[in-house]
């Protein structure tokens, strides 16, 4: 589904500022793989996410998806086939548009990408009431307002389906709960979790959380140094505790797991 | 006073089609197109030129085209050669004023004298009455606001709206801001170039310095008509362009009849007004925070 063959990526090389962010990265997803993504701070993880989708290109080696390479295509072009969801709730939508045009836009782009000037129909209009009364947000009956009277976590949930309305072959989640309170956290991972589900999408999700980083999805990747220094699944997996994974980051990069977030996250 | 209302409204329809190209690039697209000056008086060359050698209609198309290659030559600036966006107006803007004399035939100005234009045409399909240039001025601009407001609402549409709107997000959802800029920059231009073509066969000339100051005038007249009839729907803010544009055309009717303000001065009252319009946000912040300083202070003697 997703390959990742040896890539690296360094930031502003020969200056003062010169940073390897990603050091010979490899990664093979199966179709309908749900990986969580855990790390040490500055280990690589957005950045990884920036290179699959094409924020920019990589220094070497090969990005594959579906079986096409995608190395060097534009990164708008990726996005046809990559939904993607940041930790701000406010980057995935357009604020003076309406939850309705948002929707359209988002639709139009994904099912009819060839015609510019598509329109949607009336029935498009009830298959988004449809989808969004899923929500549970009250969102359908607010269709003809602006995105920015919205809540981030409504905003966060309305990102959510615009990025999964027509099923994409990736789905790459950035911390897409941290940034929300607890409650609506949990409903926008409620949501997450079944949406994947009935999509079988591919999906990668970088959290902050050992715990979900250890229950979501069927396998966890550990990064540290621009690596990934850990990859577990299947029964390995289900019989695994966060103290046991904590020490299996210790193996893989020789020291201590330093994210004061998850550190903090571990204490509750 | 009939003939001043019907004066205003030609005018104020016709040059609605600048304020509506400024929704387009200053509204939506968040770019100040500093090609609309000489833009517009591209379009009165074009269109008169065109109209001088027997084509007033095929002027009006002529001229729109040559509108959205200016508009190209601005976006291909700022979106692949990485030119900020004011600068490469401007540059456009220079560049076009050794053209529009080109287009002229190295002269400051062209005239019509007997040749048709696209209103004299009209005025023989008798249609109107004594109202036929205000009919035809009028139909042109609500047919180009009605496509205006229509395209806003298909998928290329919404991708130019998204664009101005959110960068971030339109980086992450498959379009590509480099093509919707450019396409939105081609059809503000070429809305810019229509308003040209039209006022250029309605004077009967073009002339080389009929632009100056056309983009802040446009800028008043959307503002205006935004300040009547607000910002909430698409249809609601074309309308409230044409609404702005006739608003001003009459305010400057009525201040030529009566002199309240000479006339020379209008340019600068303009100018005023628009810098008053567009700072406001900021003016009512530093307002509000002035005001909070003095109540507290205030509050501050009486406590001690």
């Given at each position: 589904?997703?390959?990742?063959?040896?890539?690296?990526?360094?930031?502003?090389?020969?200056?003062?500022n010169e940073k390897a962010a990603i050091r010979d990265l490899s990664l093979h997803l199966e179709p309908?793989?749900?990986?969580?993504?855990?790390?040490?701070?500055?280990?690589?993880?957005?950045?990884?996410?920036?290179?699959?989708?094409?924020?920019?290109?990589?220094?070497?080696?090969?990005?594959?998806?579906?079986?096409?390479?995608?190395?060097?295509?534009?990164?708008?072009?990726?996005?046809?086939?990559?939904?993607?969801?940041?930790?701000?709730?406010?980057?995935?939508?357009?604020?003076?548009?309406?939850?309705e045009e948002n929707l359209s836009l988002a639709y139009l782009r994904a099912s009819r990408g060839s015609?510019?000037?598509?329109?949607?129909?009336?029935?498009?209009?009830?298959?988004?009431?449809?989808?969004?009364?899923?929500?549970?947000?009250?969102?359908?009956?607010?269709?003809?307002?602006?995105?920015?009277?919205?809540?981030?976590?409504?905003?966060?949930?309305?990102?959510?389906?615009?990025?999964?309305?027509?099923?994409?072959?990736?789905?790459?989640?950035?911390?897409?709960?941290?940034?929300?309170?607890?409650?609506?956290?949990?409903?926008?991972?409620?949501?997450?979790?079944?949406?994947?589900?009935?999509?079988?999408?591919?999906?990668?999700?970088?959290?902050?959380?050992?715990?979900?980083?250890?229950?979501?999805?069927?396998?966890?990747?550990?990064?540290?140094?621009?690596?990934?220094?850990?990859?577990?699944?299947?029964?390995?997996?289900?019989?695994?505790?966060?103290?046991?994974?904590?020490?299996?980051?210790?193996?893989?990069?020789?020291?201590?797991?330093?994210?004061?977030?998850?550190?903090?996250?571990?204490?509750? | 006073?009939?003939?001043?209302?019907?004066?205003?409204?030609?005018?104020?329809?016709?040059?609605?089609?600048?304020?509506?190209?400024?929704?387009?690039?200053?509204?939506?697209?968040?770019?100040?197109?500093?090609?609309?000056?000489?833009?517009?008086?591209?379009?009165?060359?074009?269109?008169?030129?065109?109209?001088?050698?027997?084509?007033?209609?095929?002027?009006?198309?002529?001229?729109?085209?040559?509108?959205?290659?200016?508009?190209?030559?601005?976006?291909?600036?700022?979106?692949?050669?990485?030119?900020?966006?004011?600068?490469?107006?401007?540059?456009?803007?220079?560049?076009?004023?050794?053209?529009?004399?080109?287009?002229?035939?190295?002269?400051?100005?062209?005239?019509?004298?007997?040749?048709?234009?696209?209103?004299?045409?009209?005025?023989?399909?008798?249609?109107?009455?004594?109202?036929?240039?205000?009919?035809?001025?009028?139909?042109?601009?609500?047919?180009?606001?009605?496509?205006?407001?229509?395209?806003?609402?298909?998928?290329?549409?919404?991708?130019?709206?998204?664009?101005?709107?959110?960068?971030?997000?339109?980086?992450?959802?498959?379009?590509?801001?480099?093509?919707?800029?450019?396409?939105?920059?081609?059809?503000?231009?070429?809305?810019?170039?229509?308003?040209?073509?039209?006022?250029?066969?309605?004077?009967?000339?073009a002339d080389i310095n009929s632009g100056a100051g056309i983009v802040v005038i446009g800028l008043a007249?959307?503002?205006?008509?935004?300040?009547?009839?607000?910002?909430?729907?698409?249809?609601?803010?074309?309308?409230?362009?044409?609404?702005?544009?006739?608003?001003?055309?009459?305010?400057?009717?009525?201040?030529?009849?009566?002199?309240?303000?000479?006339?020379?001065?209008?340019?600068?009252?303009?100018?005023?007004?628009?810098?008053?319009?567009?700072?406001?946000?900021?003016?009512?912040?530093?307002?509000?925070?002035?005001?909070?300083?003095?109540?507290?202070?205030?509050?501050?003697?009486?406590?001690?």
């Amino acid at each position: 589904m997703l390959k990742l063959d040896h890539i690296k990526k360094t930031f502003n090389p020969g200056t003062v500022n010169e940073k390897a962010a990603i050091r010979d990265l490899s990664l093979h997803l199966e179709p309908g793989d749900f990986a969580t993504v855990i790390g040490s701070n500055g280990a690589g993880k957005s950045t990884m996410f920036a290179a699959i989708a094409g924020s920019f290109i990589t220094d070497s080696g090969s990005i594959t998806l579906n079986g096409k390479d995608i190395t060097f295509a534009p990164e708008y072009q990726r996005s046809r086939v990559i939904g993607r969801l940041f930790q701000d709730p406010l980057k995935g939508t357009a604020p003076h548009m309406t939850i309705e045009e948002n929707l359209s836009l988002a639709y139009l782009r994904a099912s009819r990408g060839s015609i510019p000037f598509s329109r949607i129909s009336k029935k498009d209009k009830e298959f988004f009431r449809e989808q969004l009364s899923m929500l549970d947000m009250g969102l359908e009956d607010r269709m003809k307002q602006p995105v920015g009277l919205l809540s981030g976590g409504q905003r966060q949930a309305l990102t959510l389906l615009m990025a999964t309305m027509v099923p994409p072959l990736l789905l790459l989640l950035d911390e897409h709960t941290a940034a929300l309170d607890p409650a609506t956290a949990e409903k926008v991972l409620e949501l997450t979790k079944k949406i994947v589900a009935k999509n079988h999408t591919t999906c990668l999700m970088v959290t902050h959380n050992m715990q979900q980083a250890l229950t979501m999805g069927n396998r966890t990747l550990m990064m540290d140094d621009g690596r990934i220094v850990f990859d577990v699944k299947g029964e390995e997996r289900s019989r695994m505790t966060v103290p046991d994974l904590l020490e299996k980051f210790r193996i893989g990069a020789g020291k201590e797991l330093d994210n004061d977030r998850i550190l903090l996250a571990a204490e509750d | 006073m009939l003939y001043v209302v019907q004066t205003a409204l030609e005018l104020g329809f016709m040059y609605a089609l600048v304020a509506m190209a400024l929704f387009l690039s200053y509204r939506i697209l968040d770019i100040a197109d500093m090609t609309t000056d000489s833009g517009f008086v591209l379009g009165a060359a074009v269109s008169v030129t065109c109209a001088a050698a027997g084509h007033p209609v095929l002027a009006v198309f002529a001229a729109m085209a040559a509108g959205a290659c200016a508009g190209y030559v601005t976006a291909f600036l700022q979106t692949r050669m990485g030119v900020p966006s004011i600068l490469a107006g401007i540059i456009t803007n220079t560049g076009l004023y050794t053209v529009n004399l080109m287009v002229m035939g190295w002269s400051s100005n062209v005239s019509l004298l007997k040749q048709d234009t696209m209103f004299t045409l009209f005025r023989d399909l008798g249609i109107g009455g004594g109202f036929y240039k205000m009919i035809l001025a009028g139909g042109i601009t609500m047919f180009a606001g009605a496509a205006l407001v229509w395209f806003l609402g298909t998928r290329l549409g919404l991708s130019i709206r998204a664009t101005g709107d959110n960068r971030d997000m339109v980086r992450a959802s498959s379009v590509n801001p480099v093509f919707t800029i450019t396409v939105g920059l081609c059809i503000s231009n070429a809305l810019t170039a229509l308003s040209g073509a039209v006022v250029g066969q309605y004077q009967k000339s073009a002339d080389i310095n009929s632009g100056a100051g056309i983009v802040v005038i446009g800028l008043a007249c959307l503002i205006i008509g935004e300040t009547v009839l607000g910002r909430r729907s698409m249809g609601r803010n074309v309308a409230a362009a044409v609404t702005g544009s006739i608003l001003y055309r009459f305010l400057y009717a009525m201040i030529l009849k009566t002199s309240i303000v000479p006339i020379e001065c209008l340019k600068l009252v303009t100018a005023v007004v628009v810098a008053l319009a567009i700072a406001s946000p900021s003016l009512r912040e530093w307002a509000g925070l002035q005001k909070k300083k003095a109540e507290a202070k205030k509050r501050r003697g009486q406590s001690c």
